[in-house]
């Protein structure tokens, strides 16, 4: 059963142009959604139009089968935790904490005791009586982690909560999220540009594009099943490696090699796409051989990237070895059975 | 910051100096004449003058005209502050809510601050007039006997009314970008969290604008006190009876028109201490109040 729906959503803030460009999807209760894209593709906007914030300017949000473009954000019962975590400066953690609550009529007790819950779950007890400006970034993040989560909402909303930490603690909040979720099980929506976060976090992951989906899986699906370039691109570190390929005959020709397509094509050129991890230094089973111009190597201690390119096509290899190479040609070898093919004008897999 | 180190070690002293001048020629200079001319007794043709100690302190304050003016003033001023702090608070939150002819609204209300105190009294008197004044035509319409000239509390009020009105946009402005200055976040956060459009007002927006307040406060209660002395020039000029002069008003009145040196300098000396002592309070207690 749908807990969250978005029916034929749109949005234009000037008339115009359409941020969002009819959308529609249907979340689960208790998913963990991640909306990922690239910066200015409607995330935000997004979000905000399911909490209220935005005003629809066509389609219908349904909330455990409400509809609720026309209800204020305190009544949909979302809590949204925000990019710079909008605390209130000037009330300490304990009434950033009860606020929502008192304005909702909650009894005395009934505050008190979620308080005292939610500060031992989040490791915020000391700083209940602290005001947000004598808190670190880290701690920031759980009052407003707190917040959100105090209320007991139907949907939470994160918008790139973590982007403001750094790289480590970046990647403790994100483990905490997770076990936040697994233990409370509450529907949450939660946008973020990092596809790390993505993968990680997410039951289903929506890529979006110029207000559009391009597409919507799970971590699995979307990693294995990308259903164009900029999906196979945008997800995976690094990203996919794509050689753009003339086709002859329904054979595809790259360098001084050629690959037999299955089905038939008929536009001049083909993107045929590999993932790094598929590619390798030596050879295996069906595995077929290229020649690439070494660019740079970079070495990470447990691995190693080699930039390459191969007739002004780009390829990124990894390898588990520590490679030092004086030549500047190297053999590779790629694995045909992982190979990608899209189609040249609008990039879609074939 | 750069340390700067001077090879001669009065350079430094050399460049505060116009800045000491200044205060000391418009401020510490005259304070001190106050404070010298109010223990002296000149009579009335200015011949002799006589070291009187207190003399002159003590008749202020017996005074009944004194002690009238005390209290229309302090009235007066918690009025005009109470009104145009309100008035202009209001108009700023709505115009800052106004998603539609922002600029408009932000235009036309700051128009007033443009114009001078005096100006201003000038305009009102021209209003008030009971000769043809529209807004004394229109108050006498609604049935009230509006008479500026006779009746003290038809001129107070108009003060009152006319004060508030020229430090409202001056106030509005301030209020406007100190509202512009809370992060939209927060406030969304508050959209949330609180359902009633007041007790969010209440509750988050007035208390991120409390240093915005705090400060306004000080300098409209300074207004009230020493600012409308042009406006008061200007309209009642203490009329009928005295019942619309401020402190600083009559210190001007006694002084300069009744030629009474020695009281009107204790008078000033007293206004001096009480504003600063009201000052001080505030810093005190209420900046505590404030989050910044
Ligand atoms: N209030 C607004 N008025 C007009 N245009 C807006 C407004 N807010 C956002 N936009 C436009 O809508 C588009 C999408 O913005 P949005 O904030 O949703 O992007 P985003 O995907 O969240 O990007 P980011 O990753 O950088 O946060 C952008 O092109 C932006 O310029
Ligand atoms: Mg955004």
């Given at each position: 059963m749908l807990y969250l729906e978005l029916k034929n959503v749109s949005k234009n803030y000037d008339g115009k142009n359409k941020i969002i460009k009819d959308i529609s999807l249907g979340i689960k209760k208790g998913e963990f959604i991640v909306i990922v894209g690239p910066s200015g593709c409607g995330k935000s906007t997004l979000l905000r139009m399911v909490a209220g914030l935005e005003d629809i300017s066509d389609g219908d949000i349904v909330i455990d089968k409400a509809v609720v473009n026309n209800i204020s954000p305190a009544d949909r019962d979302i809590a949204m935790v925000f990019q710079n975590y909008a605390l209130y400066p000037h009330m300490n953690v304990l009434k950033n904490l009860s606020y929502g609550l008192k304005n909702r009529k909650i009894s005395k007790d009934e505050i008190e005791k979620r308080v005292v819950s939610i500060s031992k779950?989040?490791?915020?007890?000391?700083?209940?009586?602290?005001?947000?400006?004598?808190?670190?970034?880290?701690?920031?993040?759980?009052?407003?982690?707190?917040?959100?989560?105090?209320?007991?909402?139907?949907?939470?909303?994160?918008?790139?909560?973590?982007?403001?930490?750094?790289?480590?603690?970046?990647?403790?909040?994100?483990?905490?999220?997770?076990?936040?979720?697994?233990?409370?099980?509450?529907?949450?929506?939660?946008?973020t540009h990092d596809q790390v976060e993505a993968m990680t976090l997410a039951d289903r992951i929506i890529i979006l594009n110029g207000g559009k989906i391009e597409q919507i899986g799970t971590p699995k699906e979307i990693y294995e099943n990308p259903n164009s370039i900029f999906v196979s691109k945008f997800m995976g570190t690094p990203p996919m490696n794509i050689i753009k390929a003339k086709v002859k005959n329904s054979t595809i020709e790259i360098g001084d090699i050629s690959i037999d397509l299955k089905n038939s094509y008929n536009e001049e050129y083909i993107h045929v796409g590999i993932r790094a991890e598929d590619i390798s230094l030596s050879d295996f089973n069906n595995s077929?051989?290229?020649?690439?111009?070494?660019?740079?190597?970079?070495?990470?201690?447990?691995?190693?990237?080699?930039?390459?390119?191969?007739?002004?096509?780009?390829?990124?290899?990894?390898?588990?070895?520590?490679?030092?190479?004086?030549?500047?040609?190297l053999d590779i070898y790629i694995n045909t059975k992982k190979l990608y093919f899209f189609s040249d004008k609008e990039g879609k897999i074939l | 910051m750069k340390k700067v180190q001077?090879?001669?070690?009065?350079?430094?002293?050399?460049?505060?100096?116009?800045?000491?001048s200044i205060i000391a020629i418009f401020f510490l200079w005259p304070s001190a004449m106050a404070v010298y001319y109010s223990f002296i007794l000149e009579d009335a043709f200015g011949i002799s003058s006589e070291f009187v100690w207190f003399e002159n302190y003590k008749s202020v304050l017996l005074d009944s005209d004194y002690i009238a003016s005390l209290g229309f003033t302090l009235i007066f001023s918690v009025l005009v502050t109470f009104f145009s702090l309100a008035i202009g608070l209001f108009l700023a939150y709505k115009t800052d809510k106004s998603i539609k002819q922002k600029g408009l609204y932000r235009g036309l209300f700051m128009w007033p601050y443009a114009i001078a105190p005096a100006v201003v009294g000038l305009m009102a008197s021209f209003f008030f007039s009971q000769s043809n004044g529209d807004l004394y035509n229109f108050l006498n319409y609604l049935g009230w006997e509006f008479e500026p000239k006779s009746d003290p509390l038809s001129a107070q009020i108009m003060l009152i009314f006319v004060a508030s009105w020229k430090q409202i946009s001056v106030n509005f402005i301030f209020f406007l970008s100190g509202l512009q200055a809370i992060p939209k976040s927060i406030i969304e956060a508050s959209l949330i969290d609180c359902k009633s459009s007041i007790k969010r007002f209440w509750t988050i927006i007035f208390p991120l604008l409390s240093p915005t307040t705090f400060f306004l406060l000080i300098t409209n209660i300074v207004y009230a006190f020493f600012d409308t002395f042009g406006l008061i020039d200007t309209t009642t000029r203490g009329a009928p009876m005295g019942e619309t002069k401020t402190l600083a008003y009559k210190i001007y009145q006694d002084g300069f028109l009744?030629?009474?040196?020695?009281?009107?300098?204790?008078?000033?000396v007293l206004l001096m201490i009480f504003i600063l002592v009201l000052t001080i309070f505030q810093f005190k207690y209420l900046e505590k109040k404030v989050h910044y």
């Open positions: 779950l989040l490791q915020i007890e000391e700083l209940l009586h602290r005001k947000p400006s004598e808190l670190s970034g880290g701690q920031k993040q759980r009052v407003a982690m707190g917040r959100a989560i105090i209320r007991k909402p139907k949907l939470f909303l994160f918008d790139e909560p973590l982007s403001n930490l750094d790289a480590k603690l970046r990647h403790q909040m994100r483990i905490e999220i997770r076990k936040l979720h697994d233990k409370l099980g509450i529907t949450s929506v939660y946008v077929i051989k290229l020649r690439v111009d070494i660019d740079m190597i970079e070495h990470l201690g447990s691995e190693s990237f080699i930039y390459s390119t191969i007739e002004n096509n780009p390829i990124i290899v990894k390898s588990s070895e520590f490679i030092e190479t004086k030549e500047d040609k | 001077f090879n001669n070690r009065f350079i430094p002293y050399l460049f505060i100096l116009p800045q000491i009744g030629a009474d040196i020695g009281g009107s300098s204790a008078q000033s």
